[in-house]
């Protein structure tokens, strides 16, 4: 059977592509609808006016100090239960560093050693197919806030109202082996997270961003070496990013060139 590239259209699972065996690990943000911040009290609500929702904490003000959200981590132990995890009786945060004006800090609170959520595994139907895809971990960490670059002309604009938002960023093994596949996890998945009412999934909003991992190899072979198209944030562009990405690697090794590991965009 032979297989075309049409971006609009899923690559069944069972195919190999010209040759070819495709590698897919997904990491979720998803925004936990707690109605303050992860370490301070300004609210989270989404489209107010540029940095009226950010507080001393949040602006990383000499003194201030992060103090914890209970309701996140009750959604992030709520999560790990919906799916089979461990839930981490002692988790850790950890100091990220981070070099962009929106994390005013200098570094992101995040979770490294010691996540509230370890392991788990998401089910799902992939037409008659029940499949499953192991998480390594959920973590949580704060979001930052937004970098403006189109609004001033040769300026860029910082809005910290984001900068602090909960996040619990659940992250795969590299388990799924089609574009169809990935979507239909990240269908589940926020099917979960909405259903559950940890997260309110509006993803025009970013409350759930994918960054999908892809790489491929010959069957049998070891993985190869993996791209991370970052911040899809629908269900149409995720199909055509992976599709492209896919295409766009076997195009790559087939004219003898190597893959280099890098973190891309996808411009619809
Ligand atoms: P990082 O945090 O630097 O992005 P990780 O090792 O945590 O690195 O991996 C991130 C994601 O990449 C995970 O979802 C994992 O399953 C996926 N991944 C790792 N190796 C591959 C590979 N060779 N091909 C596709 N996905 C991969
Ligand atoms: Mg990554």
Not at 37 to 52: C, M, V, W
Not at 91 to 105: G, H, I, T, W
Not at 119 to 136: C, I, M, N, P, T
Not at 192 to 216: H, L, P
Request: hydrophobic share 40%; glycine share 8%; with cysteine.
């Amino acid at each position: 059977m032979s297989t075309t590239f049409q971006d609009d259209k899923p690559v069944t699972s069972s195919l190999l592509i010209m040759g070819y065996e495709v590698v897919i690990g997904f990491e979720t943000h998803a925004q936990l609808s707690t109605r303050s911040k992860i370490f301070s009290r300004a609210p989270t609500a989404f489209g107010a006016e540029p940095n009226t929702q950010a507080c001393a904490v949040d602006l990383a003000l000499p003194g201030t100090l992060p103090v914890m959200n209970k309701g996140a981590v009750e959604r992030a132990i709520e999560f790990g239960l919906a799916v089979g995890s461990h839930i981490a009786e002692r988790s850790v945060f950890a100091r990220k560093n981070y070099f962009y004006p929106d994390l005013p800090k200098g570094y992101q609170i995040s979770q490294f050693e010691i996540p509230v959520v370890q392991g788990g595994a998401v089910a799902f139907y992939l037409g008659d197919e029940k499949k499953s895809v192991r998480l390594v971990r959920a973590h949580l960490e704060e979001d930052a806030g937004k970098s403006l670059h189109e609004d001033f002309i040769g300026q860029t604009g910082i809005d910290l109202n984001r900068a602090g938002t909960p996040l619990l960023e659940i992250v795969t093994e590299p388990d799924m082996r089609s574009s169809a596949e990935a979507v239909a996890y990240a269908k589940e998945l926020h099917k979960i997270v909405t259903w559950i009412g940890i997260c309110d999934g509006n993803m025009q909003e970013g409350s759930f961003r994918c960054d999908a991992n892809v790489s491929v190899r010959k069957p049998g072979a070891a993985f190869g070496t993996r791209r991370e198209i970052k911040n899809l944030n629908s269900f149409k562009f995720m199909q055509q990013a992976i599709d492209f990405e896919i295409r766009w690697q076997i195009e790559e090794l087939e004219d003898g060139r190597a893959i280099q590991q890098a973190t891309v965009l996808f411009n619809p």
